[in-house]
């Protein structure tokens, strides 16, 4: 029955990721005052995409093609360390944060190398990019993941989430510096605005998309997938480290979908206030984003030092 909760929470995240970024653009067509698509457009995207032939070029090699399939399999590994409506399962209680983002450095390693495959000059400046932003932003990640793990005593999310849950509403200090930083990682990992733009091409500004632009057909739609299933796990991540409450301690029907209705509301809230983010401010120059991320990794470490002038007190 475990298993078969575990299975459902992966699949829960593969089928619901599209819906998270349909919502983030319809709120922010709403804030802009323009006619918002449908929430489904996502998955009409991806699947016009996958019933199309890919076209692949003639100086691609196996890592051009293999890649997409490597980063979406390497996302949804990284999907089932991460409780979403449960805690407690086969899957979160056998791997750790390190685990997962080490996932994360897996598939961006590939989407990297893929870039790099053709030899264009967006691919290998859009690589170039990718690397360096990632080199900022996992420190400071996992900065602010171990403030949280320091204060449940493991690095396993499920045990962390249980500790956050049994202890009740307490104000700790050192989690709203995590929260800060872990947010600001979250829009550089997922390519958001200030520090990337998902809606542009233009050369000077793409990071990601300057990646991808040789892929097409159903390989764009793998990795397209897997960039939504990022980003809904980021939000996951935020809403269930910080704000665990609702999330199913025990295995019946009731419970289950009290914590998906949960966690769905959690992360609509998560995309209105992005959107507002999004809208409200504007991207950036790519050499700042160094010093949006050294802010982040700074929060972090503010946060674990607080947790453990607290600990000394105490």
Same mark, same amino acid.
């Given at each position: 029955?475990?298993?078969?909760?575990?299975?459902?929470?992966?699949?829960?995240?593969?089928?619901?990721?599209?819906?998270?970024?349909?919502?983030?653009?319809?709120?922010?067509?709403?804030?802009?005052?323009?006619?918002?698509?449908?929430?489904?457009?996502?998955?009409?995207?991806?699947?016009?995409?996958?019933?199309?032939?890919?076209?692949?070029?003639?100086?691609?090699?196996?890592?051009?093609?293999?890649?997409?399939?490597?980063?979406?399999?390497?996302?949804?590994?990284?999907?089932?360390?991460?409780?979403?409506?449960?805690?407690?399962?086969?899957?979160?209680?056998?791997?750790?944060?390190?685990?997962?983002?080490?996932?994360?450095?897996?598939?961006?390693?590939?989407?990297?190398?893929?870039?790099?495959?053709?030899?264009?000059?967006?691919?290998?400046?859009?690589?170039?990019?990718?690397?360096?932003?990632?080199?900022?932003?996992?420190?400071? /990640?996992?900065?602010?993941?171990?403030?949280?793990?320091?204060?449940?005593?493991?690095?396993?999310?499920?045990?962390?989430?249980?500790?956050?849950?049994?202890?009740?509403?307490?104000?700790?200090?050192?989690?709203?510096?995590?929260?800060?930083?872990?947010?600001?990682?979250?829009?550089?990992?997922?390519?958001?605005?200030?520090?990337?733009?998902?809606?542009?091409?233009?050369?000077?500004?793409?990071?990601?998309?300057? /990646?991808?632009?040789?892929?097409?057909?159903?390989?764009?739609?793998?990795?397209?997938?897997?960039?939504?299933?990022?980003? /809904?796990?980021?939000?996951?991540?935020?809403?269930?480290?910080?704000?665990?409450?609702?999330?199913?301690?025990?295995?019946?029907?009731?419970?289950?979908?009290?914590?998906?209705?949960?966690?769905?509301?959690?992360?609509?809230?998560?995309?209105?206030?992005?959107?507002?983010?999004?809208?409200?401010?504007?991207? /950036?120059?790519?050499?700042?984003?160094?010093?949006?991320?050294?802010?982040?990794?700074?929060?972090?470490?503010?946060?674990?030092?607080?947790?453990?002038?607290?600990?000394?007190?105490?």
């Amino acid at each position: 029955m475990n298993w078969l909760i575990a299975i459902l929470q992966i699949t829960l995240f593969v089928v619901l990721a599209p819906l998270l970024a349909g919502w983030i653009k319809c709120c922010k067509c709403r804030l802009q005052n323009r006619k918002a698509p449908s929430v489904f457009q996502p998955y009409r995207d991806l699947l016009k995409l996958t019933c199309k032939q890919p076209v692949v070029s003639e100086q691609a090699s196996w890592v051009f093609t293999k890649a997409p399939y490597i980063i979406f399999s390497a996302t949804v590994l990284a999907a089932s360390v991460v409780p979403l409506i449960a805690v407690d399962l086969p899957t979160s209680a056998s791997a750790d944060v390190i685990v997962m983002v080490g996932f994360f450095a897996f598939a961006r390693f590939f989407l990297a190398l893929a870039g790099l495959d053709i030899g264009t000059a967006f691919g290998g400046m859009g690589s170039s990019r990718e690397m360096t932003i990632s080199s900022l932003a996992e420190p400071a /990640m996992l900065m602010a993941i171990f403030t949280l793990t320091m204060t449940a005593s493991t690095t396993n999310l499920s045990f962390a989430i249980t500790h956050v849950l049994n202890e009740g509403l307490v104000l700790r200090p050192s989690f709203v510096f995590a929260l800060a930083a872990l947010t600001l990682v979250a829009i550089a990992e997922t390519g958001r605005i200030p520090v990337d733009n998902p809606a542009t091409h233009l050369e000077l500004t793409m990071i990601h998309e300057a /990646m991808i632009l040789e892929y097409s057909g159903r390989h764009l739609a793998l990795i397209e997938w897997a960039s939504q299933l990022k980003l /809904m796990l980021y939000g996951v991540l935020i809403a269930n480290i910080f704000f665990p409450w609702g999330i199913a301690e025990t295995f019946n029907l009731q419970a289950l979908g009290y914590g998906l209705l949960v966690i769905m509301g959690k992360l609509a809230l998560l995309a209105v206030f992005l959107a507002i983010a999004e809208t409200l401010v504007a991207k /950036m120059r790519l050499f700042r984003v160094q010093e949006f991320l050294s802010f982040a990794y700074l929060l972090g470490l503010l946060g674990m030092l607080s947790h453990i002038i607290l600990e000394a007190v105490r």
